[in-house]
């Protein structure tokens, strides 16, 4: 229940920043599509906790392979929609000419925050099993969910955008840090929510330097390398 109150709370905030943005720029808004995101992170959250615990483990282990395969690979047929499209949601190991060159620098600044993180917060000595999950699970599903279907989606919900730093920029962006911070920092337990502001930090930070990767190259190979990177680099130093 606990789980379900949280996924509520951050879907309320959704449909309240939503609306709120969408007063600014009315004829470049589309409810429809505000409406898709938000189901979206509903099934995502469904997926990841196995219906909130009512389906059963066919996958053991210390980490969530289950709830990761399961929202990975229901990701994968959604961007395959007609509506979605694996190349527009970035399902492509294709990118944009001359794109590679220009997002090396930033990758660079990407893999230096989390060696920066690693050094603060060392992590405990691995298992196997913990560098096998960190180096595919995170960065194959939350990539493509994150900076893929949501993020088309609420691009297409807010379709102003704005040019910066080599790439058109609109709320939809904004909003995909900002759920995949939430995802990470925001919940329900005892009766509250909780909110903590240096975890919403250490993931909406990096978080927006993926989504302009994925935008400069227009493919989510990139992103989900440098993702899986972050998880792993603590491990192995």
Not at 65 to 81: D, E, M, P
Not at 146 to 167: C, E, H, S, T
């Amino acid at each position: 229940m606990n789980g379900l109150i949280g996924l509520a709370g951050t879907l309320a905030l959704l449909l309240f920043l939503g609306a709120a943005l969408s007063l600014a720029d009315r004829r470049n808004f589309s409810a429809r599509w505000l409406v898709i995101a938000t189901l979206l992170v509903a099934i995502n959250d469904i997926l990841l906790t196995r219906c909130y615990g009512l389906l059963p483990v066919l996958i053991g282990g210390a980490w969530n392979w289950q709830g990761k395969l399961t929202a990975f690979a229901v990701t994968i047929v959604i961007a395959a929609l007609p509506a979605f499209g694996l190349r527009r949601v970035g399902l492509t190991l294709s990118h944009e000419a001359g794109s590679l060159k220009a997002a090396g620098p930033v990758a660079a600044a990407y893999c230096a925050f989390f060696v920066v993180i690693a050094m603060l917060f060392p992590a405990d000595h691995p298992s196997a099993e913990d560098i096998a999950f960190q180096l595919t699970m995170p960065g194959l599903e939350e990539e493509l969910f994150y900076r893929g279907i949501l993020l088309f989606a609420l691009d297409q919900a807010f379709r102003g955008r704005k040019r910066l730093l080599g790439v058109d920029w609109g709320w939809g962006a904004v909003l995909s840090c900002f759920l995949f911070g939430m995802t990470h920092a925001f919940g329900y337990s005892d009766g509250i929510f909780s909110f903590d502001p240096v975890t919403m930090a250490l993931t909406a930070i990096p978080s927006f330097i993926a989504v302009w990767v994925r935008l400069r190259t227009g493919s989510l190979l990139l992103p989900v390398l440098l993702h899986n990177f972050g998880n792993t680099f603590s491990f192995i130093v």
